[in-house]
């Protein structure tokens, strides 16, 4: 049994995790981390979440979960990720990032902490998802720079950032599919009255409505005519499940950079 640390454990996805760690018959959970400050500290994991006994308690501990885990999996808030990420180093630990939201520094400790341990980030694990991306890149390139890109995402009105991470992914893949670097192409600012549509640019919409768990669709316009790749997201446990498999798959790997297109094979 793969021994499975969550970071993140008394937030919405770590209630999913446990659900399908607790339901699998190749991991089972040893260690459930949050912040110093989370009423959960010092509970029954299960119990906090409404659930059955899980017989792992709540703990604001993290070297010692990275010392006991076989792989960590972090749903955490970005401000967390350093300490996670020397943690995780300092034991030589696997770890799977869910985190969204990150910045240009966060981005790049992520790559150094793989130089040391066997990392796996993913803004979106969902399978549907990362196929998505990989359609995103091929119409993208089969249409070039004259088709107008336009990402819209919806969420429920807790999520932090905007765009979602998962949007940020599928504007990558455009601009990856037709050989622009994403950073001088991405608009964030279509509200802006005096802000021109600029030919090539890739831009992103944002909605935050009620409980919605995910949905991305992806505009790709060609003169008249329009194609619209759409994913969407009815229950949170799709990203659990995704993270365990990755977890899963990562717990047998050497140390260096990964994501879900690994996991899928997708990479070939």
Known sequence: MIQIGIIGASGRMGAQLLEVITASEQAELCAAITHKSSAAVGED?????????????????????????????????????ADNLAAACQHETPMVVCTTGLDQQQSSDLEAAAQKIPLLYAANTSLGVNLLLDLVRTASRALGKGCDIEILEAHHTAKRDAPSGTALALGQAAAEGRGQ????????????????????????????????????????????????????VAQRKTFAEGALNAALWLSSKNRGFYTMKHVLGLDE
Do not use: C, M, W
């Open 181 to 232: 670097a994403f950073t001088e192409v991405a608009e964030y600012q279509r509200n802006q009255q005096d802000q021109l549509h600029q030919p090539g640019s890739i831009g992103f919409a944002t909605l935050r409505a009620g409980d919605i768990v995910g949905e991305h669709t992806v505009y790709l316009v060609l003169g008249s005519e329009r194609l619209e790749l759409t994913h969407r």
């Open 45 to 81: 994991i299960g119990l906090y979440h409404g659930g059955r006994e899980a017989g792992v308690k709540v703990s604001d501990d993290l070297s010692d979960a990275a010392s006991r885990a076989d792989v960590l999996i972090d749903f955490s808030l970005p401000a967390a990720l």
